[in-house]
T-cell receptor
Framework: DSGVTQTPKHLITATGQRVTLRCSPR?????VYWYQQSLDQGLQFLIQ???????AKGNILERFSAQQFPDLHSELNLSSLELGDSALYFC????????????????FGEGSRLTVL | EDQVTQSPEALRLQEGESSSLNCSYT??????LFWYRQDPGKGPEFLFT???AGEEKEKERLKATLTKKESFLHITAPKPEDSATYLC?????????????FGSGTRLSIRP
């Protein structure tokens, strides 16, 4: 158990809909990363927050947004969903801005599997 | 643009048959290179961090090495429980842009 909690584990929705994925980082971790993993793309970096502030952005679509709250949990909002958004969405946390004690040591949750029909 | 390429995509070995996985990277300045293991339906699990060319790290049957252009994950006398997808990732300087970029992974299967 990594200590990172993601909900929901599975989500099935229709095209055009909006969903929110939630992540609770390990206790004390200030940094949260979001990744998308699909069969043909591998793990794609979406966005990173550190102590409530956005710190790095990857190829995140404009239809997607995220935030980190004062209690350090994070939410990833996906709107106007398309079939191609079906994927596993992972949240990872670390204690430092640039990774954990070993730098780059991210602790991943079990993921939220999104299916868009 | 920072890039990570892993090969082969898939590798099937007999139990006890040693081999190596490759990770080639292109970054403006390497802050760190990382190896993760991912089991089906699970999140990646951290294995190693390598910082500079010539560095090596070991854990049980795994040894990771780093050159200026690539990293290798050597697997010695693997067992079926080593079957997983192995992911390589890099972090470039400056660290203020702290995104960590992953390769597509190598799916390793060890037959008893």
């Amino acid at each position: 158990d990594s200590g990172v909690t993601q909900t929901p584990k599975h989500l099935i929705t229709a095209t055009g809909q909006r969903v929110t994925l939630r992540c609770s980082p390990r206790s004390g971790d200030l940094s949260v990363y979001w990744y998308q993993q699909s069969l043909d793309q591998g793990l794609q970096f979406l966005i990173q927050y550190y102590n409530g502030e956005e710190r790095a952005k990857g190829n995140i679509l404009e239809r997607f947004s995220a935030q980190q709250f004062p209690d350090l949990h994070s939410e990833l909002n996906l709107s106007s969903l398309e079939l191609g958004d079906s994927a596993l969405y992972f949240c990872a946390s670390s204690s430092r801005l640039a990774g954990g004690a070993g730098t780059g040591e991210l602790f991943f949750g079990e993921g939220s599997r999104l299916t868009v029909l | 643009e920072d890039q990570v390429t892993q090969s082969p995509e898939a590798l099937r070995l007999q139990e006890g048959e040693s081999s190596s996985l490759n990770c080639s990277y292109t970054v403006s300045g390497l802050r760190g290179l990382f190896w993760y293991r991912q089991d089906p339906g699970k999140g990646p699990e951290f294995l190693f961090t390598l910082y500079s060319a010539g560095e090596e790290k070991e854990k049980e049957r795994l040894k990771a090495t780093l050159t200026k252009k690539e990293s290798f994950l050597h697997i010695t006398a693997p067992k079926p429980e080593d079957s997983a997808t192995y992911l390589c990732a890099v972090q470039a300087r400056p660290s203020s842009a702290s995104k960590i970029i992953f390769g597509s992974g190598t799916r390793l299967s060890i037959r008893p």
